[in-house]
């Protein structure tokens, strides 16, 4: 069965400050997706990134890096230079391939809050 | 392009009382769901649907009714509204595995009273 675990519940930081927001994932199949969404204060999913099992190398785009380590099943999340406009919940999220109904599995997500 | 549209954005109900959440989507996309989202819990699958007049159970069934009778139009009943249903609820569709990634609609705040 497929889990998404994000054990910081809340992270509070003062604007321009870093933030790495921790992801790990549990699968037993070989194929499968990862995601992380943005949910600002108006509630919609906003897309941030997917990544295949196959591809561990980390990406970076504009302020936001993701690091994949297949070895440690972790999917990690980090905000350079925080800014107000950044604070959210931030889910990580898991499909596998063979997953049913093309089922995604969510974190249970973490809020950030960015103070300025 | 509208995407994922649901509807209501917002619904109070009484417990008891029966209601339909409204999800259409406009590329043609096959697979289509409903999740709840409830604090610290993410979003859970209700009810999933891989085809029109194909559907089956998520993680949290229990109360709700699907059917799918278009391939654009995926509605969610609820048959006797309980304050545990109160949450807020996303339809997400998309085409094939998750390689392709998903489009949610912007969700619908429920509060049962």
């Known amino acids: 069965a497929q889990k998404v675990t994000q054990a910081q519940t809340e992270i509070s930081v003062v604007e321009k400050e870093d933030v790495t927001l921790d992801c790990v994932y549990e699968?037993?199949?070989?194929?499968?997706?990862l995601f992380w969404y943005k949910q600002p204060p108006s509630g919609e999913l906003v897309f941030l990134i997917r990544?295949?099992?196959?591809?561990?190398q980390n990406e970076i785009s504009g302020r936001y890096s993701w690091n994949f380590q297949k070895s440690t099943s972790s999917f990690n999340f980090t905000i350079t230079a925080s800014q107000v406009v950044d604070s959210a919940v931030y889910f990580c999220?898991?499909?596998?391939?063979?997953?049913?109904?093309?089922?995604?599995?969510f974190g249970g997500g973490t809020r950030v809050l960015v103070k300025p | 392009n509208a995407g994922v549209t649901q509807t209501p954005k917002f619904q109070v109900l009484k417990t008891g009382q029966s209601m339909t959440l409204q999800c259409a989507q406009d590329?043609?996309?096959?697979?289509m769901s409903w999740y709840r989202q409830d604090p610290g819990m993410g979003l859970r699958l209700i009810h999933y649907?891989?085809?029109?007049?194909i559907t089956d159970q998520g993680e949290v069934p229990n109360g709700y009714n699907v059917s799918r009778s278009t391939t654009e139009d995926f509605p969610l009943r609820l048959l006797s509204a309980a304050p545990s249903q109160t949450s807020v609820y996303f339809c997400?569709?998309?085409w094939g595995q998750g390689a392709n990634g998903y489009t949610f609609g912007s969700g619908t705040r429920l509060t049962v009273v």
């Open positions: 999220a898991l499909s596998e391939a063979k997953a049913a109904g093309n089922k995604l599995t």
């Open positions: 990544r295949n099992s196959f591809d561990e």
């Open positions: 997400a569709s998309s």
């Open positions: 649907s891989v085809g029109a007049g």
């Open positions: 699968t037993r199949d070989t194929t499968y997706y």
């Open positions: 590329m043609n996309h096959e697979y």
